[in-house]
C-alpha cells in the first residue's frame, strides 16, 4: 500500500534522506533505500518529462511498455518498504547544511532530513514552431535510440541548425534514407558538410517552418514561410533542457558546462549532504540511466548516513 503523509501534519520526525522527485531515478533511490531499512520521504510532482510518451523503448525487460504503467510498477515496488513515505506535490522550498535539511512542500509543510537526493529531472524547451510542443512524445523526440526503430523508413525530420545539427542527422539516417534536415532559417552549417547530408540522399531546407501540421500529436507536415510543404511522420530534434533554478542556487550546487548538476562517481554533489541523480545530472537521457544513478545514489547515501 502507498503510504501518503496526512494531509494538515506541520512538521515531521527527521528523515535519513529526502528524495525530491520520485519518478524513475528518485524511486531507484528509494528502493535501494528502504531495502537498507532508512527512513525516507519521497517527495514528488508526478510531472516527468516522458509523461505524454505512449510507449517507452529500449529499457531491458520491459520494451515497449507505457511509461505510466513503469512508473506505477515502480512505486508498488518502492511502496513494499514500510520506511518510505511518500508525498504527492511540489517541494516549492529548501534549505539547511549536512545533517539537517529542510523541505517545504507547495502546502506549507516542513520535512527535515539528514541527507538530500535532488532527482529533479529537466524541463525541455522546444523551438516557438505552431505545433511543435504538441508533437513533442508523441511524433517528435530527441532520441533516435528510444523512438527510431519505431518509423524505421519512414518520413523522417530532423530539426536543428547547430554545430550538433550535422552528426545528429548522420546519427537518424542509420533509421531512414528518407530524411530531411529542416534548418528553420538561412543554415549556419559549413557549407561542405551540408552538401556531404545531400550527396547522401539527404534533403536541406533551409525555409523557416511556420508551422507543424499534426492529428492530435501525430505530425503530417511541415508548412514553410513560402506556403511549400513537406510530408513526414516522425520529427526528431534536440530540445534545450533546464533543471530548477531557485533550488540549486540556494544549496550553491555546482553545475557541469552543460548547465547540469555536478556529481562525482558516487553522485555526490559539491555539496556536503546533497545528492543527485538521473536527467538533471547526465546529457544521456534514458531510463536505465535514471535508474542506475538512482541505485548509485541511494547506496551512496546509505554510506554516508553511516558516517554521519
Ligand atoms: C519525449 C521523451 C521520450 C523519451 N523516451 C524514452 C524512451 O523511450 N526510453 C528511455 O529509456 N528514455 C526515454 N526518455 C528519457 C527518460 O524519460 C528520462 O531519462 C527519465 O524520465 C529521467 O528520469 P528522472 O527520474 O531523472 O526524471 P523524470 O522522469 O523527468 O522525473 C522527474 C520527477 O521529479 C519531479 N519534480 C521535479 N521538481 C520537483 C519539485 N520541485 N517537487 C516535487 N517533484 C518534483 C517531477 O514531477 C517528476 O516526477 C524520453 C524522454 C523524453 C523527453
Known sequence: MIQL?????????PFDVIIIGGSYSGL????????????????????????????????????GVPPRVLRSMARADVAKYPTVQFYDGRAEELGGTNGSFAVRTAEGLTHRGRKLLLALGVRDELPPIKGLAECWGISAAACPFCHGY????????????????????????????????????????????????????????ETPISEVLHDQGQVKALVFADGSRYDADALFLRSTT???????????????????????????????????????????????????????AGASITHALMNT
Open 5 to 13: 503523509l496526512m494531509s494538515g501534519t506541520s512538521e515531521t520526525p
Open 150 to 205: 519505431e518509423v524505421r523508413d519512414q518520413r523522417l525530420v530532423v530539426i536543428g541548425n547547430t554545430p550538433e545539427t550535422i552528426h545528429y542527422a548522420k546519427l537518424i539516417h542509420n533509421w531512414s534514407d528518407r530524411l530531411a534536415v529542416c534548418t528553420n532559417g538561412p543554415s549556419e552549417q559549413n557549407v561542405e558538410h551540408l552538401s556531404a547530408l545531400q550527396q547522401e540522399g539527404i534533403t536541406v531546407v
Open 28 to 63: 531507484s533511490a528509494a528502493l535501494a533505500l528502504g531495502r537498507a531499512r532508512r527512513n525516507v520521504l519521497v517527495i514528488d510532482a508526478s510531472d516527468p518529462c516522458n509523461a505524454r510518451v505512449p510507449h517507452s523503448h529500449n529499457l531491458l525487460t520491459h520494451d
Open 242 to 296: 533546464t533543471i530548477a533554478e531557485a533550488f540549486t542556487a540556494i544549496l550553491g550546487l555546482e553545475r557541469t558546462v552543460l548547465g547540469l548538476l555536478k556529481v562525482d562517481h558516487m553522485q555526490q554533489t559539491n555539496v556536503a549532504g546533497v545528492f543527485a541523480s538521473g536527467d538533471c545530472t547526465t546529457p544521456m537521457r534514458s531510463l536505465t540511466t535514471a535508474m542506475a544513478t538512482g541505485t548509485m
